[in-house]
């Protein structure tokens, strides 16, 4: 009888575990100490009347249960700042996507300059965000260049100060300043695609537009399921554009963000309890719209594994006599 060879101590299924478990382990530390605690903090606030006070002095924090929770949802701050965070990502993730996408495919087919488009297309995303901002509040305020050019044409009020408009732009700011990262996530995903897809539909008499939406489009659908959903989480902790861009949500609140609104309530107005309820709120809204990408993935992973199971004659065919 052959004799049975030892599995050599540390090469067997378990040691890689242990391996892996090291090796994440100071990224876990990392985020129990960086939004695990923080988490638990702010859910501690929020239950509590909560003062500022000096390390190490006692003052009272009696327990108010959910009270800071109905002040909040009752606010209509609240409300209108949830509605304009559903308008901005109504802007910002379609055109992300679709810009994002577009222009991976085409810095893909490019043969010259192309390390210069792919850095010029970064620039925005790795420069300061106060600086971007300077940028765009030179275009778009009441004396600036895009008024200028527009003469006449210009709106009335002008662009940060329209209720119907300066949201508008704070989006295609932030479209623009971001877009970089997802070209780039993109062209990861289109990179991989084989050329002999390409050759083929070139063969059969398939266009340009044709191959983009034939073979690119469906090759990266999980690219685009991540971009969306980090898409959706930015724009849903949107704060410094309206900040800086509107003068704090302006005008009337018609750019103002959750984000924004837990800022004012928190540390301008002194209600700490109120301003970690809305952040708990806000961090539920975003669980919620993560969680819905990843189920979206899931489903798309599922029809395509049906798509690839035998059925029919080919099952038949299959199956042992």
Known sequence: MPRRSRPRPGRGPGSKTIVGLYLAAPYAIYLAVVYAVPIIQGVRISLLDYVYAAPGADVPQPFTGLKNYRAALSDPQLRRSFLNILEFLAINVPLTVILGLTLAAVLAKLSRMRTFFRSAFFVPYVTASIAVIGVWYFLFSQSGLVNHVLGGWAPDPSWLVNSKLAMVVIALEVT????????????????????????????????????????????????????????????????????????GGGPNGASMSPALLIYQNGVEQGKPGIGAAIGILLTLFVLLVAGAGRGVQWLFQRAENRGDEPTGPEAGEAAPA
């Open 176 to 247: 623009w300043k971001q877009l970089g990262f997802y070209v780039l996530l993109y062209l990861a995903g289109v990179l991989l695609i084989p050329d002999s897809l390409y050759e083929a539909a070139s063969i059969d008499g398939a266009g340009a537009v044709r191959k983009f939406r034939a073979i690119t489009v469906p090759a990266v659908r999980n690219v685009t399921i991540l971009v969306t959903t980090l898409a959706l989480i930015v724009g849903a902790n949107l704060f410094t554009e309206p900040y800086l861009l509107t003068g």
